[in-house]
């Protein structure tokens, strides 16, 4: 139900995963949960959002498709890592005309996406990405390889974020739709293609 928290138990999850809205999924202290995607259809993690939504220390590695999808939002993702994912590590997505309002931003801090085909990608929504590190993004396509999309009037904004080692660019904003991003303290670092 809306606002409560499961805590999940040290282990290994195959499938793919849903957290409804105003749900919180944590780790339970000092356990690993690794989350398994075996979809390429479904992400190995769909969180709705919610102004109580957090997702912490949490796993998920090795998923055919997305890793995780936030989508409306707001939700809160702390201590998150996303690894092999084969299409994005996470995608932040949101239409509709409430996607606008400061109060849809949701905050990811901390977090670790690699190896994946397509880092972050946010589309549409409102988030903001503290710290953490995008980094050695596989391209496997001509839409893949690259660090952080925005796109599709996403607002974005990176405070003390590392992007690197990307295949493709490092930042890519596509402009449309007023979509907007503001970078402070990131270091977009050897990436193929351009920086930003």
């Known amino acids: 139900q809306g ?24 780790a339970s202290a000092g356990a690993t949960v690794l989350l398994v995607g075996d979809s ?9 959002g919610g102004p109580r939504s957090t997702i912490r220390d949490i796993k998920v590695a090795s998923a055919l498709g997305v890793g995780i999808v936030v989508d409306p939002g707001p939700a809160f993702l702390v201590a998150v890592s996303v690894t092999k994912a084969g299409r994005s590590g996470l995608l932040a997505s949101c239409t509709g005309d409430e996607c606008a309002a400061d109060a849809m931003e949701s905050q990811f801090t901390d977090l670790e996406i690699a190896q994946c085909g397509l880092g972050l990608w946010i589309a ?36 003390g974020t590392v992007i690197e080692d990307n295949q493709e660019l490092g930042v890519l904003v596509d402009g ?10 990131v270091k977009v670092l050897r990436n193929l293609g351009r920086g930003v």
């Open 3 to 26: 606002g409560d928290c499961v805590v999940a138990e040290g282990a290994t999850y195959h499938g793919s995963f849903t957290v409804p809205t105003d749900v919180s999924l944590v």
């Open 124 to 159: 549409g929504a409102r988030a903001s990405v503290h710290g953490g590190r995008i980094a050695e993004g596989q391209a496997q396509s001509l839409t893949t390889g690259h660090g952080v999309i925005a796109s599709h009037g996403a607002v974005a904004t990176l405070d």
């Open 40 to 48: 390429a259809e479904e992400p190995a993690l769909r969180v709705m």
């Open 176 to 185: 449309a739709a007023g979509t907007r991003a503001v970078l402070s303290n």
